[in-house]
């Protein structure tokens, strides 16, 4: 089990008779679940019930769904003739012929003058008829998509793994060599200390006591317990299926706060030069991670 990527594409079609419909379903990353769908526009008013098939599956990402329908329609424009009013139209220019004496024959082409006699009337679908076809389109489309993209997340997760461990090998390297810089520590305050009391008299107990208490502001076992903590959260979160990308993402930052407050608590060369290698690392992590879902 891992997470899905919100990268991926699918195609379904779904045939009946003469018609069939054909629907390609494409998706990239977004913070959201932004849906754009792209309908004949006789059926335009489908759109927000392919929208809820979508959000079934997926539910972060931009998704573009594109609905294409082959073969014969019920649809378009229809011409219609209103014969009650052409036979009205009709008498009233053989009266006139009559009155006049133009001759009772009427032309059709006198009649066609009136466009009132023929009007154009738009036939439309039957949506309810339609749906289910589209609906078995859209739904096939989007099993393929999430095959795609769990394919992807596979890939992702094997990549996160890796960097997490790269992360972890740090961490690891950082609490073995903390203890040996918290002594220096403590010895470099001592002798710093010595110099600036330099012929005072003071309790030798009480300069420990103080330079104990100095060197613990220095220590960072709380931080390296947190971000062990982090690291199994994070590794959790990747053996599900769920939709966690958000979570990971916040857990990064968390991740960085550690390595910050870390920094800042140890003036050790080595240290700094580690945190700077976790801090890279986070920022990779956090690349992949904006692809989750």
């Given at each position: 089990?891992?997470?899905?990527?919100?990268?991926?594409?699918?195609?379904?079609?779904?045939?009946?008779?003469e018609?069939?419909?054909?629907?390609e379903?494409?998706?990239?990353?977004?913070?959201?679940?932004?849906?754009?769908?792209?309908?004949?526009?006789?059926?335009?008013?489908?759109?927000e019930?392919?929208?809820?098939?979508?959000?079934?599956?997926?539910?972060?990402?931009?998704?573009?769904?594109?609905?294409?329908?082959?073969?014969?329609?019920?649809?378009?424009?229809?011409?219609?003739?209103?014969?009650?009013?052409?036979?009205?139209?009709?008498?009233?220019?053989?009266?006139?012929?009559?009155?006049?004496?133009?001759?009772?024959?009427?032309?059709?082409?006198?009649?066609?003058?009136?466009?009132d006699?023929?009007?154009?009337?738009?036939?439309?679908?039957?949506?309810?008829?339609?749906?289910?076809?589209?609906?078995k389109?859209?739904?096939?489309?989007?099993?393929a998509c999430?095959?795609?993209?769990?394919?992807?997340?596979?890939?992702?997760?094997?990549?996160?793994?890796?960097?997490?461990?790269?992360?972890?090998?740090?961490?690891?390297?950082?609490?073995?060599?903390?203890?040996?810089?918290?002594?220096?520590?403590?010895?470099?305050?001592?002798?710093?200390?010595?110099?600036?009391?330099?012929?005072?008299?003071?309790?030798?107990?009480?300069?420990?006591?103080?330079?104990?208490?100095?060197?613990?502001k220095?220590?960072?076992?709380?931080?390296?317990?947190?971000?062990?903590?982090?690291?199994?959260?994070?590794?959790?979160?990747?053996?599900?299926?769920?939709?966690?990308?958000?979570?990971?993402?916040?857990?990064?930052?968390?991740?960085?706060?550690?390595?910050?407050?870390?920094?800042?608590?140890?003036?050790?060369?080595?240290?700094?030069?580690?945190?700077?290698?976790?801090?890279?690392?986070?920022?990779?992590?956090?690349?992949?991670?904006?692809?989750?879902?």
């Amino acid at each position: 089990m891992c997470p899905h990527s919100m990268t991926g594409f699918g195609r379904g079609e779904a045939q009946e008779n003469e018609q069939s419909w054909t629907v390609e379903i494409r998706t990239v990353n977004h913070r959201f679940l932004d849906q754009r769908v792209i309908l004949p526009r006789q059926f335009s008013a489908l759109e927000e019930r392919v929208k809820k098939v979508v959000a079934r599956y997926q539910e972060r990402g931009r998704v573009e769904v594109s609905c294409v329908l082959n073969g014969r329609v019920v649809s378009g424009s229809i011409l219609t003739v209103d014969m009650e009013l052409a036979r009205q139209y009709h008498d009233c220019l053989r009266q006139l012929g009559e009155e006049f004496g133009s001759g009772p024959r009427v032309q059709l082409a006198d009649m066609l003058n009136n466009r009132d006699l023929i009007r154009q009337e738009e036939q439309n679908p039957d949506l309810d008829a339609e749906w289910p076809l589209l609906e078995k389109a859209v739904t096939e489309a989007l099993k393929a998509c999430n095959r795609m993209r769990a394919q992807e997340g596979e890939s992702l997760k094997t990549d996160l793994t890796e960097r997490l461990d790269s992360f972890a090998a740090i961490v690891a390297r950082i609490e073995k060599e903390v203890p040996v810089v918290l002594q220096q520590r403590q010895q470099e305050l001592k002798t710093r200390v010595k110099k600036l009391l330099a012929g005072m008299d003071i309790d030798p107990a009480r300069l420990a006591q103080e330079t104990a208490i100095m060197a613990d502001k220095a220590d960072v076992t709380e931080e390296l317990v947190r971000l062990a903590s982090h690291i199994d959260q994070f590794r959790s979160f990747l053996a599900t299926s769920e939709s966690v990308g958000r979570r990971l993402d916040f857990l990064l930052q968390e991740f960085l706060r550690e390595v910050n407050t870390l920094a800042s608590k140890i003036s050790n060369a080595a240290i700094a030069h580690l945190g700077v290698e976790m801090k890279n690392e986070i920022e990779k992590l956090r690349e992949q991670v904006q692809n989750l879902e």
